[in-house]
Every structure is written in structure tokens, then in C-alpha cells.
């Protein structure tokens, strides 16, 4: 099964949170782009979109409020692996 097949299957509660992760993630890739971070994870720049494509197709795109909350939650994670990397 490929990963578009495999978002197919999720439930729309499922398919919002896989969104808002990946607009966060997104948002994380164009931050480093630009020279406002460095590390960080890799980013599927193109697995992120077509999660984002099939939340658009059945309408469970995330809130503003839940990409920020999702943003926060992942500077967060980031700062504890930095940390953790540099003791």
C-alpha cells in the first residue's frame, strides 16, 4: 500500500492531526530555508503536501490555532534534543 492509500484509510479526526503535523512541519522546512533555524528533522516536503491535499479534498484542514499549538509543540521537542545532544 502506498502513503496516499494509507491517508485514505484514516478517520477525519485522524487525517486533521496528520495535517496539522504536517503544516507545522512545513512550516519548520520554510523557517530553516530561510536561515531562521538550523537542525532540526528531516522534512518530506512532498508527503507533507499531499497530506495537506487530501485534508483540503475532504475538508479536515487544521485551524490556525492547531498549526500553532502544533508549531509550539514541536520547538518544544526540538529544544529538549538540542539539549540533550549538547550535554
Same mark, same amino acid.
Given at each position: 500500500m502506498?502513503?496516499?492509500? !494509507?491517508?485514505?484509510?484514516? @478517520? *477525519?479526526g485522524e487525517l486533521r492531526? $496528520? !495535517?496539522t503535523s504536517a503544516r507545522a512541519l512545513l512550516l519548520l522546512h520554510a !523557517?530553516? +530555508?530561510? @536561515?531562521?533555524?538550523? @537542525?532540526?528533522?528531516s522534512i518530506d516536503v512532498d508527503?507533507? +503536501? *499531499?497530506?495537506? =491535499?487530501? =485534508? @483540503? +479534498?475532504? *475538508? $479536515?484542514l487544521p485551524t490556525g490555532d492547531e498549526v500553532d499549538a502544533a508549531v509550539a509543540e514541536l520547538i518544544v521537542g526540538l529544544n529538549a534534543e538540542f539539549a540533550r545532544a549538547a550535554s
Open positions: 502506498n502513503g496516499q492509500a !494509507a491517508l485514505s484509510l484514516l @478517520g *477525519d492531526r $496528520v !495535517a !523557517a530553516r +530555508e530561510y @536561515g531562521f533555524v538550523r @537542525g532540526g528533522p508527503r507533507c +503536501e *499531499d497530506c495537506l =491535499a487530501l =485534508a @483540503g +479534498e475532504r *475538508d $479536515v
